[in-house]
């Protein structure tokens, strides 16, 4: 069963009230929790979830941190666990997580990756890709007081070896130098610097991206110093650090470790400030990409570009009021269609189910949460309540599939058979509404 069967009530339509109703959110439990049944998969040494059982078979980093967050509402052993498998198995050398790891006896699927994505991984099979760190985020969310702290402690590990190995020079952001590190694959914020023509055109452009990588060892400052074609600020990427940063610090003050939170929170506040100084658009009204080759602001709108507006460090300076105003009211928003928001401004055009992915009028799991964490923390309760029912009602008519349409509220993507695990994060959104763990 992929679609969620809510229970029958007199008005059966799940955007027929605006309170969480808890008869119906158990049921979303038990949809979740069977959906997460079925991708569970032990390697590495221990348990974690793959996104989609039949189309990627990898432990994923920020998939497995976007894991953390619904499993810790179903299983908190399970959603612990999930973290501690991941940074035990993708951490490298370096102390970078690396964005993915093949599962054992997938040669195969490994080589054809190659074959389109060139040399993407190191000699133990973890990859020199890396993403937005969302798992270190969760890690500080699974953080109780008086509870064990390893993985506060490797969440801390995985955001200082980003500062120190992607960050070329004082002041910077940390550059992503391949646009599969951005977690938005193709998206149009990169078009600029990749082609994305055609779907054959774009895989080359990563191809070509990952052999000129190897020759400067995947590092951000030789990148920069020797002008790779892509060394950028991603407004993804970044906005998730600046969540992280500001998790930690909270985490770290659950435990008792007011020095440390207190490091963090200074941490958190420059790196929003250096966000606000090279990645906000007072034209467009959010955060963009910045391009350090031709140092020069990438301004293309999209949904990654509010992700920051949930910190409250944003929220201080001012931002996070405009972000809202602009781009997250139901009734006037680019990106807010009937179903869903997508994280280009919609075009209306329809989806292509073999396009590139990340183009077009299509809502994520992620993307629904992203706008709801935005609004839910700034007390925009009637439009964060919209974005969660939203999400329930795809799920609900779809199932738990990896991106809808916006417009038709058709599911696209991977999880056809056995679900996608991404829709499951509307059990955060509620957690958010509850404000209990913020």
């Known amino acids: 069963m992929h679609a969620l069967a809510f229970s029958e009530r007199e008005n059966p339509s799940i955007l027929s009230g605006s309170k969480i109703d ?53 299983d908190i052993a399970a959603a612990r666990e999930e973290l501690r498998t991941l940074y035990a198995a993708n951490t490298t050398d370096t102390g970078l997580l690396a964005h993915e790891r093949p599962l054992p006896g997938s040669d195969e699927r490994t080589a054809l990756v ?81 082609d994305a023509s055609s779907r054959r055109a774009f895989v080359g452009s990563l191809r070509s991206l990952s052999e000129a990588l190897q020759k400067v060892d995947w590092s951000a400052a030789r990148a ?36 440390r939170a207190g490091e963090l929170d200074a941490r958190a506040l420059v790196f929003a400030q250096n966000m606000m100084n090279a990645l906000w658009s007072d034209r467009l009204g959010l955060f963009v990409g910045f391009d350090y080759i031709r140092g020069l602001p990438i301004e293309i709108a999209t949904l990654g570009g509010i992700v920051a507006a949930a910190s409250r460090s944003v929220r201080k300076l001012g931002l ?23 994280f280009n401004p919609r075009n209306g055009r329809a989806i292509e189910p073999r396009s590139l992915l990340w183009r077009g009028d299509c809502v994520w799991g992620a993307t629904q949460y992203w706008a709801h964490l935005v609004l839910s ?31 038709s509220g058709k599911g696209h993507g991977a999880g056809l058979t056995d679900g996608f695990t991404w829709p499951a994060l509307a059990l955060e959104m509620t957690a958010e509404e509850d404000g209990a763990d913020r």
């Not at 969310?141 to 980003?162: C, R, V």
């Not at 060394?231 to 970044?238: G, M, S």
């Not at 992280?244 to 659950?254: G, H, I, S, V, Y």
């Not at 997250?328 to 807010?336: D, E, G, I, R, T």
Request: one cysteine or more; proline letters at 4%.
């Open 22 to 74: 808890c008869r119906r959110m158990q049921d979303l439990k038990i949809a979740c929790a069977d959906m997460f049944r079925r991708h569970r998969v032990e390697a590495f040494g221990g348990a974690f979830h793959v996104p989609a059982a039949r189309e990627y078979g990898c432990l994923f980093a920020w998939d497995s941190g976007y894991h953390a967050l619904a499993l810790r509402h179903l």
């Open 114 to 194: 190659t074959s389109w994505f060139g040399p993407i991984y190191r000699s133990d099979g973890r990859s020199f890709l890396v993403d937005p760190p969302v798992a270190a985020y969760a890690a500080a969310k699974l953080t109780s007081e008086n509870g064990d702290t390893s993985l506060l402690d490797a969440a801390q590990g995985h955001l200082d070896a980003i500062e120190g190995a992607r960050i070329a020079d004082e002041g910077y952001l940390p550059a992503i130098l391949h646009p599969l590190e951005s977690g938005t694959d193709a998206s149009p914020l990169f078009d600029g610097l990749i």
């Open 224 to 259: 920069l110093r020797e002008r790779h074609r892509f060394v950028v600020a991603d407004p993804t990427f970044c906005g998730w650090h600046l969540l992280a940063l500001e998790a930690l610090a909270d985490a770290r003050r659950r435990v008792g470790d007011a020095r």
């Open 320 to 342: 996070t009021a405009r972000v809202i105003d602009e781009h997250l009211h139901p009734a006037q928003s680019s990106f807010w269609g009937a179903k869903g928001i997508a």
């Open 377 to 407: 923390r700034s007390g925009q309760v009637d439009a964060a309540q919209t974005a969660r029912l939203q999400m329930e009602a795809l799920i609900e008519s779809e199932g738990f599939r990896e991106f809808y349409d916006a417009n």
